[in-house]
């Protein structure tokens, strides 16, 4: 999953992005409204994590122009207003959450995934791929009734080819799902990862499409 924050306090802007890191998540963080359009507009990012006080345009005049446009991009809205007015305001101009601070990092991942599984039409929290059981609360990945052991970017590489299962994506569209903005990124990283993949739980799980990319097939 990459995603955008949009925070202008220092503390807080570095403290989430370090905690999503830790959690496999590709994190890109703007602190003013004109840097979160130019990263909106360059970069396909899979959830906005919006704060509503910055500075020169709020946050809700951010996400006003984003649904104007009518992209569908699942939005969080994280502030310290908790005003009933201030949460009212915020999902009627098309937040699909809002989280009020301070809140436990476990609490915001968890309602990211939620939305994350809205977004794909699923309801179930966990994914099946055959033999392979994916579930994204534990960050558990079993093959029959082993427990298969993967480093966070083999996690985050599975998980973003079974949430588009029967599409194939190509080795950009992979590394922008794993890799935020300042992470080098080797020439053949992908296909390590996908080697390593293939090894841990079969070679045939995940197929390479000559010239175009990579898929896993539809349960």
């Given at each position: 999953?990459?995603?955008?924050?949009?925070?202008?306090?220092?503390?807080?802007?570095?403290?989430?992005?370090?905690?999503?890191?830790?959690?496999?998540?590709?994190?890109?963080?703007?602190?003013?409204?004109?840097?979160?359009?130019?990263?909106?507009?360059?970069?396909?990012?899979?959830?906005?994590?919006?704060?509503?006080?910055?500075?020169?345009?709020?946050?809700?005049?951010?996400?006003?122009?984003l649904r104007?446009?009518?992209?569908?991009?699942?939005?969080?809205?994280?502030?310290a207003r908790?005003?009933?007015?201030?949460?009212?305001?915020?999902?009627?101009?098309?937040?699909?959450?809002?989280?009020?601070?301070?809140?436990?990092?476990?609490?915001?991942?968890?309602?990211?995934?939620?939305?994350?599984?809205?977004?794909?039409?699923?309801?179930?929290?966990?994914?099946?791929?055959?033999?392979?059981?994916?579930?994204?609360?534990?960050?558990?990945?079993?093959?029959?009734?082993?427990?298969?052991?993967?480093?966070?970017?083999?996690?985050?590489?599975?998980?973003?080819l079974a949430?588009?299962?029967?599409?194939?994506?190509?080795?950009?569209?992979?590394?922008?799902?794993?890799?935020?903005?300042?992470?080098?990124?080797?020439?053949?990283?992908?296909?390590?990862?996908?080697?390593?993949?293939?090894?841990?739980?079969?070679?045939?799980?995940?197929?390479?499409?000559?010239?175009?990319?990579?898929?896993?097939?539809?349960?």
């Open positions: 999953m990459r995603v955008l924050l949009v925070e202008d306090d220092e503390m807080i802007g570095s403290s989430l992005k370090a905690g999503l890191r830790q959690d496999g998540i590709a994190v890109d963080w703007v602190k003013e409204a004109d840097a979160a359009d130019s990263a909106l507009a360059l970069a396909p990012y899979d959830l906005l994590l919006l704060d509503l006080g910055l500075p020169k345009r709020s946050g809700l005049e951010i996400l006003r122009a104007g446009r009518r992209l569908d991009l699942p939005v969080i809205i994280i502030t908790d005003a009933v007015a201030d949460r009212v305001a915020g999902l009627d101009a098309g937040a699909d959450d809002y989280l009020i601070k301070p809140f436990d990092m476990t609490e915001l991942v968890a309602r990211m995934r939620a939305l994350q599984r809205r977004f794909a039409g699923r309801s179930a929290s966990q994914m099946h791929l055959g033999e392979i059981v994916i579930d994204p609360a534990l960050r558990k990945v079993t093959r029959g009734d082993a427990e298969v052991t993967l480093s966070a970017r083999e996690y985050a590489l599975l998980l973003a949430e588009r299962a029967g599409a194939v994506l190509s080795r950009a569209q992979l590394e922008e799902k794993l890799y935020g903005w300042g992470e080098e990124v080797g020439s053949n990283t992908i296909e390590v990862y996908i080697h390593a993949l293939r090894k841990k739980l079969g070679s045939e799980l995940i197929r390479n499409v000559r010239g175009v990319g990579y898929t896993i097939a539809k349960p």
